[in-house]
């Protein structure tokens, strides 16, 4: 990708000041603002605990029924219905005329001379294969050291039981993560405080902390790996303006890390019983 690919959104209308940080409040009261409201709570409930912060654990994706098939249909109404503060900021910033997303970072950039050949699809999906490459591994180090000091919990990102539908339901909640968190905290966010006149350092910083606050149920090394996280993400999509990039290399991280874990547990069971 070139800098000089970003989408030109067609002209907005226009909304006051006031409108759009109330409805920057309302998408993110919806959303991972709720989420990072209860993490903060979530963190305080662990450091009031008489077991330390390293001792205890985080489940990520749980049963949601003991009975397999209501399992199945509860997991995939939380996917479904847990989108829909993407469809409402993809709704409050879709453009009539094309590229209708173009103020979320998607659809097909205008080319330019110069610029490599291909699909941008394609393009733009490397890019987030190398981007996850570079995130997750020094991630899964610093998960590991902030969980030897002491300062996370046990991160188990599935506990759900072993059926035909798991490993998909845990691809689309892998998915449902990265829709949710790159489009509304960096996409939308970065649109609309563009437009309340906030610099692309404070943007790209409020967006980071915002993530790893959400994060803070894990411990405060969740909240420093994710604030990391977001401030590499933010800067590509400072450069890029682009947000597909994104959403694939997150994607790929919640899937190593959601169908990766129980393959692991299965085959290193006595380094995982070691590790909790």
Not at 52 to 63: D, E, G, R, V, Y
Request: net charge positive; aromatic share 10%; with cysteine.
């Amino acid at each position: 990708m070139l800098p000089s690919e970003r989408v030109p959104g067609s002209a907005a209308p226009q909304l006051s000041p006031t409108r759009l940080r109330w409805e920057i409040a309302i998408v993110l009261a919806l959303s991972l603002g709720a989420s990072a409201v209860y993490a903060i709570v979530a963190i305080v409930e662990r450091l009031t605990r008489t077991t330390a912060l390293s001792s205890q654990t985080a489940t990520i994706n749980s049963p949601l029924d003991e009975r397999p098939l209501f399992d199945l249909i509860y997991q995939l109404l939380s996917f479904g219905f847990g989108l829909a503060p993407v469809a409402l900021v993809v709704f409050l910033l879709w453009h009539e005329r094309a590229p209708h997303l173009g103020a979320l970072g998607l659809g097909a950039p205008i080319r330019v001379p110069g610029s490599p050949r291909g699909p941008w699809w394609a393009r733009e999906s490397g890019s987030g294969f190398l981007l996850a490459a570079a995130i997750g591994i020094p991630g899964l180090a610093f998960y590991v050291l902030a969980k030897a000091i002491g300062i996370n919990a046990t991160v188990i990102p599935t506990a759900l039981d072993a059926a035909w539908w798991t490993v998909p339901v845990l691809v689309l909640q892998a998915l449902k993560a990265a829709l949710t968190e790159e489009l509304i905290v960096v996409a939308y966010l970065f649109e609309r405080l563009k437009r309340l006149g906030v610099g692309p350092v404070a943007t790209i910083v409020s967006s980071a902390l915002l993530r790893g606050t959400y994060h803070l149920y894990q411990g405060f090394g969740g909240f420093i790996g994710n604030v990391v996280m977001g401030l590499v993400f933010g800067w590509c999509y400072q450069r890029w303006g682009r947000s597909l990039p994104l959403v694939v290399a997150h994607w790929i991280l919640d899937i190593v890390s959601f169908v990766g874990y129980p393959l692991a547990v299965a085959i290193w069971p006595a380094l995982f019983a070691a590790a909790k």
